[in-house]
C-alpha cells in the first residue's frame, strides 16, 4: 500500500545559509522543500544592521536558482550596540521579521552577541512595543556551568528574568533540547513559543560520543539525554500551538567539522521532511507534520500560511546524498542513521 502525506508546503523557523560561494550550495537544498525560513544574522561579521540586512537578503535572492521560489525572513543580531530606532525602521520597512540574541560566546560566530543583559534593555523594550519577535539561542556561557546544564540554567537565570522585565516581548527559545525547554514553554502564554530541529528528534548525546566520537552529530545546544529526546518528540507530534519547526541546519565543511576543534551545527536541510515524516509515522501522529512544519510557526508570527503544498509518499528506500559539494569543500548531509521511505514528491 502506498501511503502518502499532503501538507502546506512548510517553513524553517531558525536556518543557516551562510554568505559568499557557500550561500549558492545550500539554499536551493532548503528552498527546494521550503518556501521560507527565518535566516540566522551570524554572518563573519555578523549581520546587526538594517543595511546589512537589507544586503544579505539580496544577496540571498541572487544566488536563488531560476524557477525556484523561496522567501528569506530577516533577523538582525542583537549587540550591546544596536540602536532600537534601526530596529524599528527595519521591521516597519517589512524588512526583519525578528532580533536574535546569542549570549556573548555561546556558539557559532558569536563573539559579538550579549554579556550585559542591561544594555539591551532598551531595544528589548522598542521590540516589544511594535510587537517584533525576540529568537534567544538559551545557554549560559558561564564556565561553572557543565555544557548539558547550559539550556536549563538559561531558563532559569537569563530567559525568565529578561521576559518578566519585558512584559509584552513575544519570545522564540530556539531549538530547545530538554525537558526543561519544553515545560518552559508548555508553562507560559501565547507570547513564547519554542522550536526544535530535525536532528535533535533522533538523535541523543550517546550517539555523538559512544563507539567512537561522531562529529556531525556535534551541534549547539548539544544533544541531551534520551529522555530530553523524548520530550522534544511529544512536544513535536503534540500538535501544540507553542512548538514548531526551526531545523538550525548549520553547514559546515567537513574538514571544520572532522577536526581537533570541529565546528557545531548538523546540515540537515536536504533530507529534514523525509527524516520529519519518519519521525512522525513512528509517533502515531502523521496528521500533526503540517502543523508543527506549516501551520504553528506562521501563526507564531503573525504571516500567512502557505497555500501551496508539498506531498510525502511513503515508498522504496530514497538515496540522499551523503555529501553536498560546494566551493568550499564538502559538506556532509545529517545520517538519522536509519532508512528513509517518505519521499517528497
Ligand atoms: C550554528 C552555526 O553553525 O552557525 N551551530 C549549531 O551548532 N547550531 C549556530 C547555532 O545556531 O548555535
Ligand atoms: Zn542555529
Not at 502518502?4 to 508546503?9: E, F, G, P, Q, V
Not at 552577541?113 to 531595544?123: D, E, H, L, M, S
Not at 548538523?266 to 520529519?276: E, R, V, W
Request: aromatic share 6%; hydrophobic share 40%; net charge negative.
Amino acid at each position: 500500500m502506498t501511503l502518502s502525506l499532503t501538507i502546506r508546503r512548510p517553513d524553517d523557523w531558525h536556518l543557516h545559509l551562510r554568505d559568499g560561494a557557500i550561500l549558492h550550495s545550500v539554499l536551493p537544498e532548503t528552498a527546494r522543500h521550503f518556501e521560507r525560513a527565518i535566516i540566522m544574522p551570524n554572518l563573519v561579521p555578523p549581520v546587526v544592521t538594517a543595511a546589512q540586512a537589507a544586503a544579505y537578503k539580496s544577496r540571498i535572492m541572487d544566488a536563488l536558482p531560476r524557477g525556484m521560489s523561496f522567501t528569506p525572513l530577516m533577523t538582525l543580531y542583537l549587540t550591546e550596540e544596536t540602536d532600537p530606532n534601526d530596529v524599528a525602521a527595519a521591521h516597519a520597512d517589512g524588512l526583519i521579521n525578528a532580533v536574535k540574541l546569542y549570549p556573548a560566546g555561546a556558539t557559532t560566530n558569536s563573539a559579538s552577541g550579549v554579556t550585559n543583559f542591561n544594555k539591551v534593555r532598551g531595544t528589548l523594550e522598542k521590540m516589544a512595543e511594535i510587537d517584533l519577535p525576540l529568537c534567544v539561542h538559551g545557554e549560559v556561557t558561564d564556565p561553572d556551568v557543565d555544557i548539558f546544564d547550559r539550556e536549563a540554567v538559561f531558563i532559569d537565570r537569563v530567559l525568565d528574568p529578561i521576559r518578566r522585565a519585558t512584559p509584552g516581548l513575544r519570545v522564540v527559545m530556539e531549538h530547545i533540547t530538554t525537558s526543561n525547554g519544553v515545560e518552559y514553554a508548555l508553562s507560559q502564554g501565547s507570547d513564547l513559543a519554542a522550536t526544535i530541529t530535525t536532528h535533535h528528534l533522533v538523535i541523543n548525546r550517546n550517539h555523538i560520543l559512544v563507539g567512537g566520537i561522531k562529529p556531525h552529530y556535534y551541534c549547539l545546544p548539544v544533544a541531551k539525554r534520551e529522555e530530553h529526546r523524548l520530550a522534544l518528540r511529544r512536544a513535536a507530534v503534540s500538535g501544540d500551538k507553542s512548538f514548531f519547526l526551526g531545523t538550525d541546519s548549520a553547514p559546515h565543511t567537513d574538514p571544520n567539522k572532522e577536526s581537533a576543534c570541529g565546528c557545531a551545527g548538523c546540515f540537515t536541510a536536504t533530507n529534514t521532511m523525509s527524516i520529519l515524516a519518519h519521525v512522525f509515522e513512528e509517533e502515531g501522529a502523521l496528521e500533526q507534520l503540517e502543523a508543527f512544519a506549516s501551520l504553528n510557526g506562521p501563526a507564531f508570527y503573525g504571516l500567512p500560511v502557505n497555500e501551496t503544498k508539498l506531498t510525502l509518499t511513503k515508498g522504496e528506500a530514497t538515496n540522499y546524498p551523503d555529501k553536498i559539494d560546494t566551493p568550499d569543500g564538502p559538506v556532509t548531509v545529517f545520517d538519522p542513521g536509519f532508512p528513509l521511505y517518505w519521499n517528497v514528491t
